[in-house]
Nanobody, 115 residues
Framework: QVQLVESGGGLVQPGGSLRLSCAAS????????MGWYRQAPGKQRELVAA???????SYADSVKDRFTISRDNAKNTVYLQMNSLKPEDTAVYYC?????????WGQGTQVTVSS
């Protein structure tokens, strides 16, 4: 069973940066497009960014020009560089395949943006 392990979250002030990582227990990234999703309290989980196995990344309008998704297939890892963070970015962040979340969700990593 494939496990996804997200890390890198934390508490950061508005305008700050964080880099999230998602590691898979098996080599799957070379096959699937991968996405970063987030879920804020009381809201549905939403897609933040996606990166195909070979192609251009795509972003939600709310994070465009602030977030950058990348992947390292050799390390079975996908990253999310988050800059210019805003309080509305506060959420638990998850990774999974895209456009369908085919794998069991990991525990996620909490990102809190607050002064």
């Amino acid at each position: 069973q494939v496990q996804l392990v997200e890390s890198g979250g934390g508490l950061v002030q508005p305008g700050g940066s964080l880099r999230l990582s998602c590691a898979a227990s098996v080599r799957i990234f070379s096959i699937y497009a991968m996405g970063w999703y987030r879920q804020a309290p009381g809201k549905q989980r939403e897609l933040v960014a996606a990166v195909p196995s070979g192609g251009r990344p795509s972003y939600a309008d709310s994070v465009k020009d602030r977030f950058t998704i990348s992947r390292d297939n050799a390390k079975n890892t996908v990253y999310l560089q988050m800059n210019s963070l805003k309080p509305e970015d506060t959420a638990v962040y998850y990774c999974n395949t895209y456009p369908q979340a085919r794998l069991d969700w990991g525990q996620g990593t909490q990102v809190t943006v607050s002064s």
